[in-house]
């Protein structure tokens, strides 16, 4: 592989990493971040919280997901656990999580963040349990 088509990839990889949603662009905020390499995939999904709060699902407990557009909300059963991410202009998210490439997503900051420059928005992410969760108490004996 010669040094021209080392700098074709680079360039390539550079040209892809500035699409909007998966990268910062110019204005834009990075709200989830995608695989590039061919054939590589993620093994977790992180999503981060605006209170700084990240947590990981395991790509392999994805059971099912759906994207309505209409409502602005990705659903993603894990294990029972649902994972709702709501936003604006989240079709590229949905395709790069159907090929297990989102590394995370991270949910907004602010509503200052929701602007034309954000082809993706992410205002929130919630995790609803099963309804046999029970989270173990501590008890003091």
Not at 14 to 33: L, V, Y
Not at 111 to 138: A, C, V, Y
């Amino acid at each position: 592989m010669g040094p021209d088509r080392i700098d074709q990839i680079l360039e390539e990889k550079r040209r892809k990493a500035e699409q909007p949603g998966t990268a910062q662009g110019a204005g834009g905020d990075k709200f989830f971040s995608v695989m590039l390499g061919e054939g590589m995939q993620e093994n977790f999904l992180e999503l981060q919280f605006s209170n700084g709060l990240q947590t990981c699902f395991s790509y392999t407990d994805l059971i099912w997901f759906n994207h309505d557009p209409e409502s602005g909300c990705i659903d993603l059963a894990f294990g029972g656990f649902l994972v709702t991410v709501k936003g604006r202009g989240l079709r590229p998210l949905f395709s790069a999580i159907k090929q297990k490439r989102v590394a995370w997503v991270k949910e907004a900051d602010s509503e200052m963040q929701d602007h034309q420059d954000n082809e993706t928005f992410i205002e929130g992410i919630t995790i609803t349990p099963p309804k046999d969760f029970t989270e173990e108490s501590e008890t003091e004996e």
